[in-house]
């Protein structure tokens, strides 16, 4: 399979793709069972691992022998929401304008998936020495939830893999580290009362603000202790309070006040150990709160924790990766999160590499370049004979 070839392939698929709202809060089943029919038509078997509700899927499968050695490309099927953005076209409509392809997802991150099944005919003709392993998954875009069921799987069901490539959007240039990120979401309930009467209640907006306070200072602490020679941009764990909530009516004592805020770690720092202070303080409030009402209280709960992805020195993964994008440049590492760090942690050597720009992803006319579209489809075709 030429280029040209390959890229025409991807880019109807990249139209299927792009057509279904696979935005996080919805399901993605529609685009499962796109994929799921498409590896049927060349006689791939694939597996579904459904979340508890079986309302979303991730889906994996293998082209060609069952041996060690293969390569595993990963994407995220879910997208972020269009709400409120400005849209010069429909998201869910695949667009050409100039040398753009616009729609929600193009980059972030169908047009690698759409690249990766336009790889299945050829694979599927038998010609493989090593097979090539899809896995999609679902809930990326909120804490990158789906993956781990299907990366437990990957580990006790594929043949030892050679590399995983995780397509997130880089410009085709081999990314070999991200920070971690944790979330939380920290809900105060207060006592309603009067607003002229404080002494008959508590509001859990004070108490709340109080309790951000000390994420703030405790980000401005993170701040003092970067590292010069980091390859994370900022060289030092961040923590921001992304969500807010509370209170019904300016006279009354807010009754509830509920906050969400993320901490962003490099390898080596510990998340747990950085926040252990905070949720000791929280403990504290709680129990202070319920000797004055015991309807009252502080409440914690971890929403997500994706791992940090470190680089592995000349790692499997970013040696084949680099000599397929011909990449020879400097070392980096992602501003974001994304599921590399999951795929290390489970022992897979590890790469991000995939076609269009971040700074495109999560807004109002997302976009990829055509050039980039079209050095992700040559990457493949290098791919494919790396594997025939």
Same mark, same amino acid.
Request: contains cysteine; hydrophobic residues 45%; aromatic residues 6%.
């Given at each position: 399979?030429?280029?040209?070839?390959?890229?025409?392939?991807?880019?109807?698929?990249?139209?299927?793709?792009?057509?279904?709202?696979?935005?996080?809060?919805?399901?993605?089943?529609?685009?499962?069972? %796109?994929?799921?029919?498409? =590896? !049927?038509?060349?006689?791939?078997?694939?597996?579904?691992?459904?979340?508890?509700?079986?309302? @979303?899927?991730?889906? #994996?499968?293998?082209?060609?022998?069952?041996?060690?050695?293969?390569?595993?490309?990963?994407?995220?099927?879910?997208?972020?929401?269009?709400?409120?953005?400005?849209?010069?076209?429909?998201?869910?409509?695949?667009?050409?304008?100039?040398?753009?392809? #616009?729609?929600?997802?193009?980059?972030?991150?169908?047009?690698?998936?759409?690249?990766?099944?336009?790889?299945?005919? *050829?694979?599927?003709?038998? &010609?493989?020495?090593?097979? =090539?392993?899809?896995?999609?998954? #679902?809930?990326?875009?909120?804490?990158?939830? +789906?993956?781990?069921?299907?990366?437990?799987?990957?580990?006790?069901? =594929?043949?030892?893999?050679?590399?995983?490539?995780?397509?997130?959007?880089?410009?085709?240039?081999?990314?070999?580290?991200? @920070? +971690?990120?944790?979330?939380?979401?920290?809900?105060?309930?207060?006592?309603?009362?009067?607003?002229?009467?404080?002494?008959?209640?508590?509001?859990?907006?004070?108490? *709340?603000?109080?309790?951000?306070?000390?994420?703030?200072?405790?980000?401005?602490? =993170?701040?003092?202790?970067?590292?010069? /020679?980091?390859? #994370?941009?900022?060289?030092?764990?961040?923590?921001?309070?992304?969500?807010?909530?509370?209170?019904?009516?300016?006279?009354?004592?807010?009754?509830?006040?509920?906050?969400?805020?993320?901490?962003?770690?490099?390898?080596?720092?510990?998340?747990?150990?950085?926040?252990?202070?905070?949720? !000791?303080?929280? /403990?504290?409030?709680?129990? *202070?709160? @319920?000797?004055?009402?015991?309807?009252?209280?502080?409440?914690?709960?971890?929403?997500?924790?994706?791992?940090?992805?470190?680089?592995?020195?000349?790692?499997?993964?970013?040696?084949?990766?680099?000599?397929?994008?011909?990449?020879?440049?400097? !070392?980096?590492?992602?501003?974001?999160?994304?599921?590399?760090? &999951?795929?290390?942690?489970?022992?897979?050597?590890?790469?991000?590499?995939?076609?269009?720009?971040?700074? $495109?992803?999560? $807004?109002?006319?997302? %976009?990829?370049?055509?050039?980039?579209?079209?050095?992700?489809? !040559?990457?493949?075709?290098?791919?494919?004979? *790396?594997?025939?």
């Amino acid at each position: 399979m030429d280029t040209s070839s390959l890229r025409a392939s991807a880019l109807g698929h990249l139209d299927a793709l792009i057509g279904f709202d696979t935005t996080s809060r919805d399901s993605n089943l529609a685009l499962i069972g %796109y994929v799921e029919a498409f =590896l !049927a038509e060349h006689e791939v078997a694939s597996r579904r691992v459904t979340n508890a509700e079986g309302s @979303k899927a991730n889906l #994996y499968a293998t082209v060609g022998p069952a041996v060690a050695g293969g390569v595993v490309l990963s994407g995220h099927t879910d997208v972020v929401p269009v709400d409120g953005q400005a849209w010069s076209s429909d998201p869910f409509t695949l667009t050409q304008r100039g040398e753009r392809l #616009y729609g929600r997802g193009t980059c972030d991150m169908k047009g690698f998936l759409a690249l990766a099944l336009a790889m299945v005919p *050829a694979c599927a003709k038998g &010609q493989l020495a090593r097979p =090539l392993h899809l896995a999609f998954s #679902y809930d990326e875009e909120v804490g990158c939830l +789906g993956a781990p069921s299907m990366i437990r799987e990957l580990v006790t069901e =594929l043949p030892s893999p050679l590399a995983v490539i995780v397509g997130e959007p880089t410009n085709m240039e081999v990314v070999s580290g991200h @920070k +971690g990120i944790s979330t939380w979401r920290v809900t105060v309930t207060g006592h309603e009362a009067h607003s002229s009467l404080t002494h008959l209640g508590v509001s859990a907006n004070m108490v *709340a603000v109080g309790l951000m306070a000390r994420l703030r200072d405790l980000a401005a602490v =993170l701040a003092e202790h970067g590292e010069a /020679a980091s390859l #994370y941009h900022p060289p030092h764990a961040t923590l921001t309070i992304g969500l807010i909530q509370g209170g019904t009516a300016v006279n009354i004592l807010a009754r509830e006040c509920s906050f969400v805020f993320d901490l962003r770690t490099p390898p080596g720092q510990d998340p747990d150990a950085i926040i252990s202070p905070f949720l !000791a303080a929280c /403990a504290e409030e709680d129990a *202070a709160l @319920k000797r004055q009402f015991p309807d009252a209280g502080v409440h914690v709960q971890r929403r997500s924790a994706t791992p940090s992805f470190a680089p592995e020195i000349d790692g499997a993964a970013e040696l084949l990766a680099r000599r397929l994008a011909g990449d020879n440049g400097p !070392a980096r590492a992602a501003a974001y999160a994304a599921e590399a760090g &999951q795929f290390q942690g489970a022992g897979f050597s590890t790469i991000i590499c995939g076609p269009g720009s971040i700074e $495109q992803a999560h $807004q109002a006319d997302e %976009y990829m370049e055509i050039a980039q579209f079209e050095r992700g489809a !040559a990457f493949m075709v290098r791919l494919l004979d *790396a594997l025939t």
